[in-house]
């Protein structure tokens, strides 16, 4: 059985920044994906990155491009998502989420669209991050 342990969620300034991180364990991790979702009060949960460990391609949705970052220590079976610039909208339940092989995700012509939720196996049970002053 697969379990994903998130850690690291807080209350955090605007402007700061944050570091989850996404343990897993009883899964194969070089043969595994991790994507982060996040889920604001009143939204849909939304898939904001992934990341294939045998490759080490990343991917990330628009809204976290450029803020966000993915990144894996095979050695501890560990993803961590690191964000910067963090403003009120990136207020959410965050959930790490796996499944085996590469990262599922949807484009619109060359840009990716989407990472569903449907693509994805196993789940941890969330960190809440809070942006405010």
């Known amino acids: 059985e697969v379990q994903l342990v998130e850690s690291g969620g807080g209350l955090v300034q605007p402007g700061g920044s944050l570091r989850l991180s996404c343990a897993a364990s009883?899964?194969?991790?070089?043969?595994?994906?991790i994507a982060w979702f996040r889920q604001a009060p009143g939204k849909e949960r939304e898939g904001i990155s992934c990341i294939t460990i045998s490759n080490g391609d990343t991917y990330y949705v628009p809204s976290v491009k450029g803020r966000f970052t993915i990144s894996a220590d095979n050695g501890k079976n560990t993803v961590y998502l690191q964000g910067s610039n963090l403003g009120p909208e990136d207020t959410a339940d965050y959930y790490c989420a796996g499944t085996t092989k590469r990262c599922v995700w949807s484009s619109e012509g060359r840009r990716l669209r989407q990472i569903p939720a449907w693509g994805y196996d196993d789940w941890g049970q969330g960190t809440r991050v809070t942006v405010s002053a």
């Open positions: 009883g899964a194969t991790f070089d043969d595994y994906a």
